[in-house]
């Protein structure tokens, strides 16, 4: 079965101020942001990428561009299964201000009890990303082979509840994932089991080097800014 890989879009303007941006429109790549996508080509340069395939946010197909640019005629496809978690009524709000809603202690520890309001569950985002990635391994493998590599550009609660759904963690579990924008992650599928082969690599160690504040211990929803 087909290699997929899984890359975060690049940072946004929403990371860098902090806000929980959902599918709000109009969110775009900030300046790292751009950079980081501008040095995607070349990271997956030895790469045979037989499709892409997209959520439909701004910022994941500002992250694509270049590397659409820089190989023409690369089918890519928009799928809805994989576009951000639908936040609700949540979307659009501070991070900060989410900080002491009663639901955000369910959202770290119990997220497949938590539903957000006017949103969708948790459960409901992990399980329609997982069946679209089901049905484009299975379209990949008929169309190019099962040795296929194809790649899917969505967001941070997307791509570590797949993760968590590869290595048979329960959902309650993925907030203990960490991806970082524009960081690649690659999952092997077989007939038996997946095999997770990279994990939000950026290739980039800045995010390591401690602060003047230490790490928070609550994951970050919808994911994290990365290295500033």
């Known amino acids: 079965m087909p290699t997929l890989i899984l890359v ?3 940072r946004s303007t929403a990371n860098t101020s902090a806000v929980l941006a959902g599918r709000t429109p109009g969110v775009a790549l900030d ?3 751009l950079e980081q996508a501008a040095a995607l080509p070349g990271r997956l340069a030895d790469l045979p990428i037989a499709e892409v395939v997209t959520s439909p946010l701004q910022r994941c197909r500002e992250t694509l561009q270049p590397l659409l640019d820089a190989r023409p005629g690369l ?4 799928e809805d299964r994989i576009n951000e978690c639908d936040y609700g009524d949540w979307s659009g709000r501070k991070l900060a201000e989410l900080t002491d809603e009663p639901l955000m ?5 119990h997220p497949s009890s938590a539903a957000f309001p006017g949103g969708e569950s948790m459960r409901t985002m992990q399980s329609r990303a997982a069946e679209a990635v089901r049905e484009w ?3 990949v493998e008929r169309d190019h082979g099962p040795d296929a590599v194809y790649l899917m550009c969505s967001h941070g609660d997307i791509i570590k509840s797949l993760v968590a759904e590869a290595l048979g963690l329960h959902l309650d579990l993925f907030q203990r994932i960490s991806v970082e924008p524009c960081s690649v992650t690659v999952i092997r599928y077989t007939r038996l089991r997946p095999f997770l082969v990279r994990l939000g690599d950026t290739g980039d160690f800045a995010s390591l080097v401690p602060g003047e504040e230490p790490p928070a211990g609550d994951a970050t929803v919808g994911g994290d800014a990365g290295a500033r």
């Open 137 to 139: 391994n299975a379209r």
């Open 8 to 10: 975060r879009h690049g």
């Open 31 to 33: 300046e790292r942001g």
């Open 105 to 109: 202690q369910v959202v770290q520890a």
């Open 75 to 78: 089918p890519v496809h928009t």
